[in-house]
């Protein structure tokens, strides 16, 4: 699986939109985009996935840029049981092996 | 039942001492997964099971590690010889292939081993 760029950590407001950037330039054409988030002390949610078009989920929005170098995860009105750690992870989209994780980005959100 | 479940939670031993630790996946996912975190780190894969299979065993550490699925269910992650550096919380997860092609995993919450 092809490697991804977080920044370990952000910080948000309460009730206001966050943006969490991914960068992975090496991606393939095959590589969907997975997000997950690990709220403390517990294991690993999913979140959302997508491979070339934005997508929308009751948890959050996935924006994809055109060329699939970046993507960013739009949690649109952040709450504080949304502070996690969120991570970003490309996954081959005939494969079911594992999930290789990095360090994510660990969002802090303030009330 | 409703999710993955792992057990025990919590697991303190002391150090040379054997240790299995259970994960009970969703019904019906017949793939598998064990991953060990440490503080501070993102989950470390170890193996993964495809029905009663080991697929990829490519993340154990060493040889003190072993894991089993004989009915292609209920896993069981064994250490022997426990050391200090065991120390971390484990994680299981399961999965089946979803439709769109990619599949999602669902953890459970994991056993925290600590070896004195």
């Known amino acids: 699986d092809a490697k991804t760029t977080q920044p370990n950590s952000m910080e948000s407001n309460e009730e206001e939109p966050v943006h969490l950037p991914c960068n992975h330039s090496t991606i393939s054409g095959t590589d969907y985009i997975h997000w997950y988030r690990q709220l403390p002390s517990q294991g690993p949610e999913y979140v959302i996935h997508?491979?070339?078009s934005n997508v929308n989920n009751r948890m959050a929005s996935l924006a994809i840029a055109e060329d699939r170098k970046s993507s960013t995860l739009i949690l649109h009105r952040a709450t504080l049981r949304d502070a996690a750690v969120y991570y970003c992870?490309?996954?081959?989209?005939?494969?079911?092996?594992?999930?290789?994780f990095g360090k994510g980005t660990k969002l802090s959100v303030k009330p | 039942g409703a999710g993955v479940s792992q057990t025990p939670s919590n697991k303190v031993t002391e150090k040379g001492k054997y240790v299995e630790l259970r994960c009970d996946p969703i019904s019906g996912h017949t793939a598998l997964y064990w991953y060990r975190q440490s503080l501070g780190q993102g989950p470390e894969f170890l193996i993964y099971?495809?029905?009663?299979?080991?697929?990829?065993d490519s993340g154990l550490p060493n040889d003190r590690f072993f894991a089993v699925r004989p009915e292609g269910s209920v896993s069981t992650l064994k250490i022997q010889r426990t050391e200090r550096g065991d120390s971390a919380v484990y994680l299981c997860?399961?999965?089946?292939?979803?439709?769109?092609?990619?599949?999602?995993?669902?953890f459970g919450a994991g056993s925290r081993l600590t070896v004195l």
């Open positions: 099971f495809q029905g009663t299979g080991a697929a990829d």
């Open positions: 997860a399961s999965s089946f292939r979803q439709t769109s092609g990619a599949n999602v995993l669902t």
């Open positions: 997508g491979l070339t």
């Open positions: 992870i490309l996954r081959d989209g005939g494969s079911q092996g594992n999930l290789i």
